[in-house]
């Protein structure tokens, strides 16, 4: 696809166009490359021996392991998530039809510390299903099932609201055809419906993944801020921080900063393979 520049019209001038583009230049400079250099200068600050020593810090490693065994659990429930809501709704007419989608986009508006004050007072030993949860052993909050649970509810829009667009474009004829024809509701997934909406799954679940990876708000009610335990990498930056550590702080925000550049590179492909 390509983009052609809108040309000006006769006796236009062009001041306006240049303020506009060097105003947006200058913003963007200002408010996304500037801090993002920051991160990385006072990361390497001290050099790459101490660098290392902090990203290698015991504390660092284990919140970098949870926050990936968090995305690696949370993207796929999502994915298969947003692909069976996309279906039901682009596909089928039901009664609750407009409340699903309604409720597909909750997470958008939601704050994810109100979020995780939910999980908190739901499961939580003093909520409402945490004394039964207790009984019969098992830990939601703070632990790992908390944390998934509230990256879950944040992330769960993502693919579903990339995929549903697409196929209510699509309509369902080649489906329909496909049926048609004897393929079963399997194999009509697997070459017709996967293969037409392969580009927005992908596009959905790199957004998914980078914000689940980013997840601070939620995470930080239901997780408990143990060190060692259940601080994701977001978490350990904060811990860093408030214990003076702002070499440390820095380093682990460069990875974390680091996951979103190639996440934004991943989206730009995606997009440009998408057009």
């Not at 039901?88 to 609750?96: E, I, L, S, Y």
């Not at 944040?154 to 693919?159: E, I, N, Q, R, S």
């Not at 239901?222 to 380093?251: C, H, K, W, Y």
Request: glycine share 8%.
């Amino acid at each position: 696809m390509s983009h052609a520049a809108v040309p000006l019209r006769p006796g236009q001038s062009r001041l306006a166009p240049r303020l506009l583009i060097g105003l947006a230049v200058v913003l963007t400079l200002l408010i996304v490359v500037a801090p993002l250099t920051y991160i990385f200068v006072r990361a390497f600050a001290q050099g790459w021996a101490v660098y290392a020593s902090n990203i290698l810090n015991p504390l660092t490693l284990h919140a970098m392991w949870l926050t990936t065994i968090t995305a690696l659990i949370v993207v796929p429930l999502n994915i298969a998530f947003g692909v069976a809501a996309a279906w039901a709704v682009a596909r089928f007419r039901f009664p609750g039809r407009g409340l699903l989608v309604t409720a597909i986009e909750i997470p958008f508006s939601i704050s994810p510390i109100i979020a995780g004050i939910c999980y908190l007072l739901l499961y939580g030993r003093q909520g409402l299903l945490g004394p039964w949860l207790a009984d019969q052993g098992w830990q939601v909050m703070f632990a790992l099932p908390g944390i998934v649970l509230v990256t879950a509810f944040v992330t769960a829009p993502f693919v579903a609201r990339e995929v549903l667009p697409l196929m209510q474009a699509q309509g369902s004829e080649q489906e329909q055809a496909a049926l048609t024809l004897g393929a079963s509701g399997w194999t009509m997934f697997r070459r017709v419906t996967l293969p037409n909406i392969k580009w927005a799954l992908l596009y959905g679940a790199v957004l998914c993944t980078a914000r689940a990876v980013g997840e601070f708000g939620g995470v930080s009610v239901v997780s408990g801020n143990i060190r060692g335990q259940t601080n994701t990498l977001p978490l350990q930056v904060e811990l860093m921080f408030n214990d003076l550590n702002t070499t440390g702080a820095f380093a682990a925000a460069s990875t974390l900063t680091l996951i979103a550049l190639v996440t934004m590179g991943v989206k730009s492909v995606l997009e440009a393979r998408r057009g």
